[in-house]
């Protein structure tokens, strides 16, 4: 049995402002060709379809687009819903899109409804297990107030549905945070208050977990893996070599897995430097960066003049742009500190103009500043 384990697509985010729809686009049409030159048996996908619960329309008629290739290609789809989806809205015309192969499962109660596939060795039993925040759910599941219960909840109901079926080899998809998984800036933390974490072991028992919420592509237990995203959505993710999952299942039950690297739409790189010195290297060993997303760390004393603006000319796709001069800069709680104690606020105004640009005001600096606090008590006095 040969499955192609796919997650977090997040149909409509962007990068910094960056649409990536139609980045997006390209790789569901990639993934459909994939589908069909490995001749898969279905393609689960691990939830966060969407990057918003009321996605935009684009979104929607792309999910269409490439639902609708993949039906055409004779293969089956298995879906759950993720944290960002809306499990309502994802899941409509369910039973109409079964028909055509398309199986979405968002309720608990499809938790014991798999896709059933056989091979020359019998039947795999394919179970879909949407996001289960425990508030919402715990009460049908008979679980107590945490991810681990929810979800061992879930497998057991699995297990039992499962060999009342007589299916040995079963395979369930989740989205969930993993104990010990190693997380990205761009996942929203569905932890909450200490109950967001489940251990690898609740999925014990199963041939294969198939997991998303994670994007960094991560195995965090025997026959559990992590796909990650296709695309990178946070400059953490640079050193991400993106993929797919291609998961073998031998006829006792036995995991073989191959990650099938996704088409990279533009390289994520990180620089850091003065502005100057930055723009000279533009031409030489940093050339490569103009076809990058790029972000940029300027370690200037100074704030450079019309930064953005600059590093566009040699850079054109700089997305990100953050100052962290060199030399100590006082911590958060310091300025807090000296935010309190200060009275003058001339001395507040220059805490403040420091606090931009890493500099204390200059004397003129600081006699316009004073011109601007005293002009302000005027009208106050006046009001």
Known sequence: MRLIHTSDWHLGR????EPLL???????????????????DAVLVAGDVYDRAIPSTDAVELL????????????????????????????????????????????????????????????VAIYGIPYLLPDAVMDELAAQRS??????????????????????????????????????????????????DAPAAVFAGLSYAALGHLH?????????????????????ERNHTKSVTLVEIDAHGGITTELVPTPVP?????????????????GTDLADVAEAWVKVVLTDRGRPHAPMERLREVWPHTVVLDFQPEGQRADTDTDLVRLRDASDPVEICAAFVEWVDSTRPTPPQRDALQVAVEAVARMELSA
């Open 216 to 236: 960094g592509q991560q195995q965090v237990g025997p026959a559990v893996r992590y796909s990650g995203s296709p695309l990178a959505f946070s400059f953490s």
């Open 14 to 17: 962007t990068l910094h402002g």
């Open 22 to 40: 139609e980045h997006q686009r390209a790789f569901l049409a990639w993934l459909a060709a994939l589908a069909e030159e490995r001749q898969v």
């Open 266 to 282: 533009r390289p994520l790189r990180e620089v850091r430097g003065r502005m100057e010195e930055l723009l000279a290297r533009a």
């Open 64 to 123: 269409d687009e490439a639902l609708v290739a993949l039906s055409r290609a004779g293969v089956p789809v298995i879906m759950t819903s993720g944290n960002h989806d809306s499990a309502i809205r994802l899941g409509f015309g369910g039973a109409l899109q079964a028909a055509a192969g398309i199986h979405i499962r968002t309720r608990v109660a499809d938790l014991d409804t798999p896709l059933v596939l056989r091979d020359e060795a019998g039947e």
């Open 147 to 196: 991810h681990a219960s929810v979800l061992r909840a879930a497998v057991e109901r699995i297990d039992r549905d499962a060999a009342a079926r007589g299916i040995a080899r079963t395979v369930a998809i989740a989205h969930a945070f993993v104990t010990g998984a190693a997380a990205s800036e761009s996942e929203r933390d569905i932890r909450v208050g200490g109950i967001g």
